[in-house]
């Protein structure tokens, strides 16, 4: 029997997650999440094959390796689309002062 | 005597901020980019890639794999994915402003070597779903940050 409960490994990977995305937390929260989620139960089903015999402890960790990995790579699209959410708003903004410039001044300097 | 009514101050914050998005808009500098653009290479090179898996594992999927040295169709797909994930990595690395992609393409790179290792030591049936949804991840992250570049381009 597996000794990982998945309603205490899930809230606390999300948690983790948070911490540094937490700018971009409420862009890509539902990203993180659902990817989390078949990862966290991808480590339960791991652990459960190696509880049962079904695993080596070597074969497990390479397994574990996998999820690693792929995690990394959701957190860096993570990080990859707060970039794309703060550039946005950004260039709105820049979009903003330019016709406030353009306006003030009665041509478009810019 | 009127005693003037003090002005409510900006948030220096704020001003701070004006101030930038101002000196910009002035320098001439109407839009930033912090991530590299939407590059259709990366974009087909990688839906190729993890379909190539997905028939690798499809295969091994259907009797599992016992542990043993690689079958030279098993060598040739190794073979095939690394020349494809360092082509994927060259032309990534040509781009200004893509280290993320950079990143992730190294990630799937060593997770490709983590699965040779896998094949060599046993798969039974039942353990390909956490390997498949495992790369499907990690291809999926490149994909969803690759598309998402297009910046509501057409």
């Given at each position: 029997?597996?000794?990982?409960?998945?309603?205490?490994?899930?809230?606390?990977?999300?948690?983790?997650?948070?911490?540094?995305?937490?700018?971009?937390?409420?862009?890509?929260?539902?990203?993180?999440?659902?990817?989390?989620?078949?990862?966290?139960?991808?480590?339960?089903?791991?652990?459960?094959?190696?509880?049962?015999?079904?695993?080596?402890?070597?074969?497990?960790?390479?397994?574990?390796?996998?999820?690693?990995?792929?995690?990394?790579?959701?957190?860096?699209?993570?990080?990859?689309?707060?970039?794309?959410?703060?550039?946005?708003?950004?260039?709105?903004?820049?979009?903003?002062?330019?016709?406030?410039?353009?306006?003030?001044?009665?041509?478009?300097?810019? | 005597?009127?005693?003037?009514?003090?002005?409510?101050?900006?948030?220096?914050?704020?001003?701070?901020?004006?101030?930038?998005?101002?000196?910009?808009?002035?320098?001439?500098?109407?839009?930033?980019?912090?991530?590299?653009?939407?590059?259709?290479?990366?974009?087909?090179?990688?839906?190729?890639?993890?379909?190539?898996?997905?028939?690798?594992?499809?295969?091994?999927?259907?009797?599992?794999?016992?542990?043993?040295?690689?079958?030279?169709?098993?060598?040739?797909?190794?073979?095939?994915?690394?020349?494809?994930l360092?082509?994927?990595?060259?032309?990534?690395?040509?781009?200004?402003?893509?280290?993320?992609?950079?990143?992730?393409l190294a990630?799937l790179t060593e997770?490709m070597?983590?699965?040779?290792?896998?094949?060599?030591?046993?798969?039974?049936?039942?353990?390909?779903?956490?390997?498949?949804?495992?790369?499907?991840?990690?291809?999926?992250?490149?994909?969803?940050?690759?598309?998402?570049?297009?910046?509501?381009?057409?």
């Amino acid at each position: 029997m597996s000794s990982i409960n998945f309603g205490t490994l899930f809230p606390k990977m999300l948690a983790a997650a948070q911490g540094p995305l937490k700018k971009q937390w409420p862009v890509v929260k539902d990203y993180v999440e659902s990817e989390f989620k078949k990862i966290g139960e991808s480590i339960l089903f791991i652990e459960t094959q190696r509880a049962l015999g079904k695993m080596t402890d070597e074969q497990a960790r390479l397994h574990l390796k996998l999820q690693t990995l792929a995690s990394k790579n959701v957190l860096l699209a993570a990080e990859g689309l707060g970039y794309l959410a703060v550039e946005a708003a950004i260039n709105a903004a820049l979009a903003v002062v330019k016709d406030a410039i353009n306006t003030a001044l009665k041509f478009p300097l810019i | 005597m009127i005693t003037p009514t003090p002005s409510r101050p900006v948030a220096p914050a704020l001003l701070r901020l004006f101030t930038l998005l101002f000196g910009l808009a002035l320098a001439g500098c109407t839009s930033i980019t912090l991530i590299s653009a939407y590059d259709e290479g990366t974009d087909k090179g990688i839906t190729e890639f993890q379909k190539s898996v997905e028939t690798f594992l499809t295969g091994v999927e259907r009797t599992g794999r016992p542990a043993g040295d690689l079958s030279k169709a098993e060598v040739a797909f190794f073979e095939k994915a690394s020349v494809d994930l360092s082509s994927l990595r060259v032309r990534a690395a040509a781009i200004s402003k893509n280290d993320i992609t950079i990143a992730m393409l190294a990630n799937l790179t060593e997770s490709m070597s983590t699965l040779e290792e896998l094949v060599k030591s046993g798969i039974t049936k039942e353990q390909i779903k956490p390997i498949r949804d495992a790369l499907n991840a990690s291809t999926g992250a490149i994909l969803k940050l690759e598309l998402a570049k297009k910046r509501g381009e057409k």
